[in-house]
């Protein structure tokens, strides 16, 4: 059963999502993802947790059905707003899974305020990125404010995705058609511009470490877009980190593996080990170690 609860914070509306689980074994789950994901494309999280923690969906300000940002307002509206849906669930600590976009504000509520985080787990972080990829956000800026929405679509697909075929990437041109097409459906919704702009030229720096929360940080094993040699160099800013690749996937591992992020959120707010299959055949041994024994 979901229940969609409505919050106010700095002045913008927004809602959370909560799906309630059959039974509840250690504390609740909040969901944050990228700019293009909103409250329900959490399907296999629902379902991996459904016995063990109540999940939570959040579409804080500026995602499709909430207020978009003032020019003012920060990434930190967005950590007020979060830390809102932590009061309204009355409980005294969650667990964080963030992605990408989403990953920068969970670090940033962990930082702020670490004893209401149980565990944090934070995928394709963007720390540490280096100019190519703005240049590339940059020119498909331009094309989309010129009309050229194909070639918008075309170009930040080729930012998100690793295009190498060298290189195997799991479900990639079923992945790649779908991004596409929600894309293209991202370009017609009335906050469009507030979403592209923060998918496509936000740049926050993720400094400062963390101590005192368990986290994990995992990246596809091919992401172009924030490569794993960085997210690494960022794993190592908080003590006692854990960090995995999962192979065969790039920035958009949520889509092509979406099974292998449910299993390392259940095995790790459950503080218990991922089965065999979760992060595929082509892990690296130093991968499976660092699951076992933190950094």
Same mark, same amino acid.
């Given at each position: 059963?979901?229940? #969609?609860?409505?919050?106010?914070?700095?002045?913008?509306?927004?809602?959370?999502?909560?799906?309630?689980?059959? +039974? +509840?074994?250690?504390?609740?789950?909040?969901?944050?993802?990228?700019?293009?994901?909103?409250?329900?494309?959490?399907?296999?999280?629902?379902?991996?947790?459904?016995?063990?923690?109540?999940?939570?969906?959040?579409?804080?300000?500026?995602?499709?059905?909430?207020? #978009?940002?003032?020019?003012?307002?920060?990434?930190?509206?967005?950590?007020?707003?979060? @830390?809102?849906?932590?009061?309204?669930?009355?409980?005294?600590?969650?667990?964080?899974?963030?992605?990408?976009?989403?990953?920068?504000?969970?670090?940033?509520?962990?930082?702020?305020?670490?004893?209401?985080?149980?565990?944090?787990?934070?995928?394709?972080?963007?720390?540490?990125?280096?100019?190519?990829?703005?240049?590339?956000?940059?020119?498909?800026?331009?094309?989309?404010?010129?009309? @050229?929405?194909?070639?918008?679509?075309?170009?930040?697909? +080729?930012?998100?995705?690793?295009?190498?075929?060298?290189?195997?990437?799991?479900?990639?041109?079923?992945?790649?058609?779908?991004?596409?097409?929600?894309?293209?459906?991202?370009?017609?919704?009335?906050?469009?511009?507030?979403?592209?702009?923060?998918?496509?030229?936000?740049?926050?720096?993720?400094?400062?470490?963390?101590?005192?929360?368990?986290?994990?940080?995992?990246?596809?094993?091919?992401?172009?877009?924030?490569?794993?040699?960085?997210?690494?160099?960022?794993?190592?800013?908080?003590?006692?980190?854990?960090?995995?690749?999962?192979?065969?996937?790039?920035?958009?591992?949520?889509?092509?593996?979406?099974?292998?992020? +449910?299993?390392?959120?259940?095995?790790?707010?459950?503080?218990?080990?991922?089965?065999?299959?979760?992060?595929?055949?082509?892990?690296?041994?130093?991968?499976? @170690?660092?699951?076992?024994?933190?950094?």
């Amino acid at each position: 059963m979901d229940h #969609v609860r409505t919050l106010t914070a700095d002045g913008l509306t927004y809602r959370y999502r909560l799906v309630r689980p059959t +039974a +509840a074994r250690t504390e609740p789950l909040i969901a944050l993802g990228g700019a293009f994901q909103g409250l329900y494309d959490w399907v296999q999280l629902e379902d991996a947790l459904t016995d063990v923690a109540c999940l939570v969906t959040a579409g804080l300000p500026g995602a499709d059905g909430s207020d #978009v940002p003032r020019p003012e307002h920060t990434v930190d509206t967005l950590v007020t707003a979060l @830390d809102a849906v932590v009061d309204d669930l009355d409980v005294p600590r969650v667990n964080l899974l963030g992605y990408s976009h989403g990953a920068v504000i969970a670090f940033r509520y962990a930082q702020r305020h670490p004893r209401r985080c149980a565990r944090l787990l934070l995928g394709g972080v963007p720390a540490h990125l280096t100019d190519a990829p703005f240049a590339r956000y940059r020119e498909a800026g331009r094309l989309l404010a010129s009309g @050229d929405t194909e070639g918008f679509v075309s170009a930040v697909s +080729a930012a998100m995705f690793c295009l190498d075929e060298s290189r195997r990437v799991h479900r990639r041109a079923l992945a790649l058609r779908s991004f596409r097409r929600s894309l293209l459906h991202v370009t017609q919704r009335p906050h469009a511009a507030y979403v592209l702009a923060r998918a496509l030229g936000a740049r926050t720096a993720l400094t400062g470490g963390l101590t005192g929360v368990p986290t994990l940080v995992f990246t596809g094993a091919h992401d172009t877009l924030t490569p794993p040699d960085l997210q690494r160099a960022f794993a190592a800013t908080i003590d006692g980190s854990r960090f995995v690749t999962i192979p065969d996937c790039d920035h958009m591992l949520l889509m092509e593996r979406p099974d292998a992020v +449910a299993a390392l959120a259940r095995a790790f707010i459950t503080d218990s080990e991922p089965p065999a299959h979760a992060l595929g055949p082509a892990v690296g041994r130093g991968d499976r @170690d660092a699951w076992a024994t933190p950094r």
